[in-house]
């Protein structure tokens, strides 16, 4: 039986990418580290994927699917609705939300709004190191249109287009991007395979009325003052490939234990493995840990999650808490209802 798995042709392919991005870590450091902006695309913005240390590609089955692998929104029966809200480090705030509506044998249409904001800061100078006064914010946001659907009966295909806008005070900068994924099952142990590749994009760029000054070209002999606009360094986004695999390590009425590992290759940092594991009791009471390795910062993770339905309504609220290194606990709490 093992034997057979092994030899299945969809299958190879994905063990070949999995056995390249293992074995990333021990080669030299990505030169382009911290090379891209809009970092706030690589926040997990869903309370269940972010209790399971940000694995679980291959299992990823409602509108918050949208976030990590639009494949998974075609596994949406009826419409399935997703909301989420962070404090982040104490100073930022995340928050989410996404709608999937069924097409039928179409497949899926699904809509979502991720928005990273701060609090007013005051601004401060070499001689007025106190504060002067004036404050400003900052605010980062994408809008997604996503469609998914079944290929075959084992396969899933999604893709997302999404406007990625970034403001600082009165200087912002927009782009377009574009995320895939595919989910495909088996039938050992409901073995899941999943690929996906976020944020493909042209680069980003800065520009607002603060930047614009007035210049004089001739410095000795005063010239005509001329309107001049500082320009900006372009900047990549944050191109990310995941290659995740899931399976249920224990099905039975009264329990579900289903175990994900996720290997992560971004393009502004090194490979990155993370591992989660997910046990639903009774099909209503859920409990979920993970583990992220090669993390500066972040190792472990921990949350819990409640089914609860009324007639055709389903409701699930979950709850993630991540533990960090140098700076404070995060904490998560999301809303999905179906029906």
Known sequence: MML?????????????????????????????????????????????????GDAGLATLDDASSVFRNPAGIAAVRGTDF????????N???????????????????????????????????????????R????????LSLSYARHLTDRFRLGLSAKLVHQ?????????LAFDVGTQYRMDWKNLTLAMSMANFGPDMQFSGPDLIVNYDSQDAYPNRIVPTELKTEAFPLPLDFRFGAGLDLHS?????????????HPSDNDERIHLGSEIT???????????KFGHD???????????????????????????????????????????
């Open 4 to 52: 057979k798995l092994f030899f299945h042709k969809p299958l190879l392919p994905a063990l070949g990418s999995l056995l390249l991005l293992c074995a990333s870590p021990l080669t030299a450091a990505n030169p382009n580290l911290g090379a891209s902006g809009a970092q706030f695309l690589k926040i997990p913005s869903t309370a269940r994927l972010a209790a399971m």
């Open 82 to 89: 997703y909301v989420s809200d962070m404090e982040y480090l």
């Open 91 to 133: 100073f930022f705030h995340l928050s989410s939300a996404a709608a999937v509506t069924q097409l039928g044998p179409s497949g899926s249409i699904a809509v979502a709004l991720l928005v990273f904001s701060m609090d007013e800061m005051e601004m401060t100078t070499e001689f007025e190191p106190d504060g002067t006064g």
């Open 135 to 142: 404050f400003f914010d900052a605010q980062d946001a994408a």
């Open 167 to 175: 403001r600082i005070w009165n200087e912002s900068a927009s782009g």
């Open 252 to 264: 039975s009425p009264l329990l579900k234990w289903r175990a994900n590992l996720d290997a992560v």
């Open 281 to 291: 009791l009774a099909g209503r009471l859920i409990l979920r840990t993970g583990w």
């Open 297 to 339: 910062s972040e190792s472990l993770s921990t949350g819990a999650g409640l089914i609860l339905h009324t007639g055709s309504l389903r409701l699930r609220f979950d709850y993630a808490y991540l533990l960090q290194e140098l700076l404070p606990d995060v904490q998560l709490f999301s809303l999905a209802v179906g029906f």
